[in-house]
């Protein structure tokens, strides 16, 4: 069974950092692409970052600059380091998986980590 | 960006009846390798999205044939042939051709 656990959200001040991780299980975590994609109380969903099973990177313009995607296949984990946050990255954070042709067919997904930037 | 235009955003529909979700895009979506990346997705209350219907019509293992999705280019539509209670939640629309890849608003589908 292909399960995503994501933890690491939490109360934050603005400006502060987070590490957000996705914990991974049940398929070849290094033969496919992830994602991380947010959704802002009582809103829609928006794809955050996205990273390649070679490693490239992809970021919405929003969060350029602050947060940085990685993974480390050897534990089966993505990570989402969050940097200057503001007030309106306060979402909660999905982990995706990508389908066969990557995270544009994003196939399962976490329940997500709840992230919150307030003084 | 892409932009997703959903339609309607909100759709009551009456056990057993038909329900139809449109979805329109900015600009094509197909691809330079000539697949078009679009995907419906359904998410009830306090869950995650779950994953529908890949690639305009491909429906996902496990969701049931009353689901159906069509369309090309610019244009997309989900179908249910009949309504069944486990239906209920917001159906998102998504392309995956133009990164960022973008979501549509949302359609809240509730039982009348």
């Known amino acids: 069974e292909i399960q995503l656990v994501e933890s690491g959200g939490g109360l934050v001040q603005p400006g502060g950092s987070l590490r957000l991780s996705c914990a991974a299980s049940?398929?070849?975590?290094?033969?496919?692409?992830l994602g991380w994609a947010r959704q802002a109380p009582g809103q829609g969903l928006e794809w955050v970052s996205a990273?390649?099973?070679?490693?490239?990177?992809y970021y919405a313009d929003s969060v350029k600059g602050r947060f940085t995607i990685s993974r480390d296949n050897s534990r089966s984990t993505l990570y989402l380091q969050m940097n200057s946050l503001r007030a309106e990255d306060t979402a909660i954070y999905f982990c995706?998986?990508?389908?066969?042709?990557?995270?544009?067919?994003?196939?399962?997904w976490g329940q997500g980590t709840l992230v919150t930037a307030s003084s | 960006d892409v932009v997703m235009t959903q339609s309607p955003l909100s759709l009551p529909v009456t056990l057993g009846q038909p329900a139809s979700i449109a979805c329109s895009s900015s600009?094509?979506?197909?691809?330079?390798?000539?697949?078009?990346?679009f995907n419906w997705f359904l998410q009830r209350p306090g869950q995650p999205p779950r994953r529908l219907i890949y690639?305009?019509?491909n429906r996902d293992s496990g969701v049931p044939d009353r689901f159906s999705g069509s369309g090309s280019g610019t244009d997309f539509t989900l179908k249910i042939s009949r309504v069944e209670a486990e239906d209920v939640g917001v159906y998102y629309c998504?392309?995956?051709?133009?990164?960022?890849?973008?979501f549509g608003q949302g359609t809240k589908l509730e039982i009348k």
């Open positions: 995706a998986k990508g389908g066969a042709g990557g995270i544009r067919e994003a196939d399962y």
């Open positions: 049940g398929f070849s975590f290094s033969s496919y692409s």
């Open positions: 990273i390649a099973r070679g490693g490239d990177a």
């Open positions: 600009q094509s979506l197909v691809h330079s390798d000539g697949n078009t990346y």
């Open positions: 690639k305009i019509s």
């Open positions: 998504m392309q995956g051709t133009h990164w960022p890849y973008t």
